[in-house]
């Protein structure tokens, strides 16, 4: 008799524990589901910033050499303006 009430009690918590793991994987997943697109939308931004970027440097190309402006990537861009800091030197004085 005794045994059976543990067996009764220990089946309830199971199905507590089981009730709990439920709800646990509901918020899980709906936690999962807005930072999903929370990324999303950090993706996009990044992804427009970088097309600006691209073409501010283009329109800044094109007003520097007079010409029309031509389609650039930002790769290219960094590229530059890295070859350009990696030859300055920190206090060297060129005057």
Do not use: F
């Not at 929370?38 to 007079?66: D, F, T």
């Amino acid at each position: 008799m005794q045994r059976d009430t543990v067996l009764r009690r220990m089946e309830d918590e199971i199905e507590y524990m089981r009730i709990g793991c439920d709800k646990l994987a509901i918020s899980d997943k709906a936690t999962a589901d807005r930072l999903g697109s929370l990324e999303n939308q950090i993706a996009k931004m990044g992804l427009e910033s970088n097309n600006r970027l691209g073409a501010l440097a283009n329109q800044m190309l094109a007003l520097r050499c007079n010409r029309k402006p031509k389609r650039l990537n930002a790769k290219s861009i960094w590229r530059k303006s890295h070859d350009t800091t990696r030859n300055m030197s920190i206090g060297s004085s060129s005057q």
